[in-house]
């Protein structure tokens, strides 16, 4: 199993719009897909449709008391699509284990299980993780191969971005070497807006072949999606954010075979 973490520390960035759409489109692709909600907003779970009501084992399950991956994990309406809930409860988690020996650590081991041919054992996990560098998003890191970030085209979007790569350079020496970064996707992107383009000429420069060509658009049905527990790929498949993020799961895939052999 590949696991991928969608991680920024900005808020409001597109990271559970990313992990929610890029995770359908790998489902419909045939990859065994599995969506890791590990924010306690919960924004993932409740954009795929799962109602507080039916997240009876959760991500803080998997994470605080070690509940196996088969447990957490529920099916949605999206075939090959799984997904392991948030609620609330999950912003607990830190406090939990504070007092845990290796408490970066959990979720790694947490999936290692599913990653050995399990009953559920999947292709590839998404990991959504909450907007800061907190234990959740270390936990996210650490047990990830890859990370995948979302960067909104706007003034402070470079400077979030190098505290964001201190923090892998610092998992990848402290306690996952294998992490690589899978890339950069820009998001909300407005053709008319001129800082927008700048902003994206500026990350370009910087980051060269780690930017993905795709680009993800400014568009309302994005953003409408989750309203009705849709990803935007079945809300509206045709619509310009759904095919942009069908086009970066393309170019996601093209990377991933590099990713597995260097992990
Ligand atoms: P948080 O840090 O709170 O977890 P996030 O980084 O996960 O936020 P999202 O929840 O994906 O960000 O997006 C923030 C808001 O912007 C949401 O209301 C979402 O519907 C909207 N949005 C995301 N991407 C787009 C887009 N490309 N076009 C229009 N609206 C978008
Ligand atoms: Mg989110």
């Known amino acids: 199993m590949i696991t991928v973490a969608i991680a920024n520390q900005k808020g409001g960035v597109g990271k559970t719009t990313t992990a ?19 924010d306690p907003q919960g924004n993932a779970s409740t954009g795929l449709g799962v109602a507080s009501s039916a997240r009876k084992t959760t991500s803080f399950d998997l994470l605080v008391d070690q509940v196996g991956l088969d447990s957490c994990a529920q099916a949605t309406e999206i075939p ?7 609620t609330q409860d999950l912003s607990g988690a830190e406090v939990e284990l504070v007092a845990v020996e ?54 402070f979007a470079l400077e979030g971005l ?26 909300m992107f407005d053709r ?21 060509d795709s680009v993800i658009p ?12 849709l990803p935007a790929l ?4 045709q619509c310009a954010g759904s095919r942009a993020y069908i086009a970066l799961a393309r170019e996601l895939i093209e990377r991933l075979p590099q990713e597995r052999e260097a992990a």
């Open 20 to 38: 929610i759409n890029i995770a359908t489109a790998m489902a419909a692709t045939g990859w065994k897909t599995l969506l890791l909600d590990l």
């Open 80 to 86: 090959n699509l799984d997904i392991v809930p948030a």
């Open 102 to 155: 290796d408490r970066s650590h959990r979720l790694k081991s947490a999936l290692a299980g599913s990653a050995h041919g399990g009953p559920s054992s999947y292709d590839i996990c998404f990991i959504d993780c909450p907007p800061s560098l907190g234990l959740l998003t270390l936990n996210a890191l650490g047990a990830a191969d890859s990370l995948l970030v979302p960067l909104q085209c706007e003034f």
């Open 162 to 187: 190098s505290q964001l790569l201190q923090t892998v350079e610092r998992v990848q020496e402290r306690f996952n070497p294998d992490l690589g970064i899978l890339g950069v996707v820009l998001t």
């Open 192 to 212: 008319r807006n001129r800082l927008t383009d700048q902003v994206a000429d500026d990350v370009r420069d910087c980051l060269g072949k780690l930017v993905f």
């Open 218 to 229: 400014r568009n309302v049905r994005l953003s409408e999606a989750p309203s009705h527990g």
């Open 234 to 237: 079945v809300y509206d498949h």
